[in-house]
Structures are given as C-alpha cells and as structure tokens.
C-alpha cells in the first residue's frame, strides 16, 4: 500500500487487523491485568511519536502491554519508558523526564520514536511473520524522515529488522553485529545498537543509567549538534 503522508499511515495502521494472533492479545491484556481494572486500553496498533522531521530514529521492539497498548503512545506508562526518558531528559532530549499519558505534555522534538512491532505481542515474543507483516509501516516511517542521520536501535530484535531494512536496499550489514554503545556507518546512516531498556535489563544491571547516558550524550554530539 501507498502512503501519502505519516498521517494517513497512521490512521490505517490504528485499524490494522493484519496478524490475528496479535488482534486477539492485544484486546484481551486489559482484562487480563487487574491492576488496572475499569481502565480503557488503546487496544490497538500504536504509532510512533515524536518529529518524524528529525535526524534521529529510536526504534524499539513494541508496545508494551500496560505501556503503549494501554495509553496509545509507544514508550509510555510502563519501567521502560520511565527509564529512557529520564535519559532523554537528562541530555536535553525531552521536555520531560517521564512518559505517562499521551496528555502529560511530553515534547520530543531532537528524535521520533517508534517500534518493529506496532502491537503488543504475547510473552514480547513477536513472530517472524508478525514483524513482516508490520514491516510497510516501519519502512515508511524510515523512509519519511527526509533529515535521518542516525538510529538507536533498542535490543537485538530492533537492530536486526533495522539491518534487514538496509540489506532489501542493496547495503552490506554483515558485518555489523550487536553490541550496546558500538557505532556503524552505513548508506550515510550512524547506527547505534542498545540493550533494550526493559526491567529485565535494567534490574539486572545488564543497562546501567550512566551506560545510556553517556550513548544518548554521544549520539547528541556526533550527529545532532553537527
């Protein structure tokens, strides 16, 4: 499918019923959580948020079950965007220091942030056909940032689609391999791969804050104060 504009992507992706298995999830999870029971969930794909007129792409694996599937904005209101947003706050690169709610007055203007994945999956184990089937959205939201000089790149899940999507345009990735902190150069892209921000990781001190810190600091000066 054709895409004019970010915004008629998104209003097709919301009612996207592509992948049954994640249809079925993704509305189950509210009442599968009683935590926030009587709370209405978004229950549907979610887009990305931030300037799709940036230089940097921060790409994650999906939404999370009570974060993005249940307030409607990806990285919000759930560990994981607590924690990369008091990064991204802390090196200039948000108005705020925690994702909440898609009214919380959260601004990010230096960065769009989507996901692989724009549907929560079971156990945040997407399939293979799943991520294919997200694949048209993710690609045009590359290809509409006109200004991309770089990608974060979330977990190993993130980094690899990001490596299929240069490899279907004719670049060698072979030799880029995941790593957190390292730096590749390819088709005049800088990549950087990251652990995923997630509680497993951060809990286990596998992603320490000053780690992501001073990745988003490095970031900020190779490619975005250029």
């Not at 299929?164 to 060698?172: I, M, P, Q, V």
Request: proline share 4%.
């Amino acid at each position: 499918m054709k895409f004019s504009s970010i915004e008629e992507m998104n209003s097709v992706l919301i009612g996207c019923q592509r992948c049954p298995r994640l249809v079925k999830y993704r509305t189950e999870v509210a009442t599968m959580r009683k935590k926030f029971a009587g709370e209405k969930f978004w229950s549907k794909p979610v887009p990305g948020f931030g300037n799709i007129n940036s230089k940097l792409l921060i790409l994650g694996l999906a939404p999370a079950a009570t974060g993005g599937n249940r307030t409607g904005r990806v990285f919000t209101g759930d560990k994981s965007a607590s924690f990369l947003f008091s990064c991204l706050y802390e090196v200039g690169l948000s108005n705020r220091s925690d994702s909440v709610s898609v009214d919380d007055g959260l601004v990010v203007d230096e960065a769009y942030i989507t996901a692989v994945l724009k549907c929560v999956p079971p156990g945040d184990k997407p399939a293979r056909e799943e991520m294919d089937n997200c694949s048209e959205y993710l690609e045009f939201e590359i290809e509409s940032m006109k200004n991309l000089k770089a990608v974060l790149a979330l977990g190993q899940t993130a980094f690899n689609r990001l490596k299929l999507y240069l490899k279907k345009r004719g670049y060698s990735v072979s030799s880029l391999e995941f790593e957190h902190g390292r730096k590749y150069e390819v088709a005049g892209l800088s990549i950087y791969p990251s652990y995923h921000p997630s509680p497993r990781n951060v809990n286990t001190g596998k992603l320490k804050r000053e780690s992501m810190v001073s990745l988003l600091l490095s970031i900020k000066e190779d490619v975005l104060s250029a």
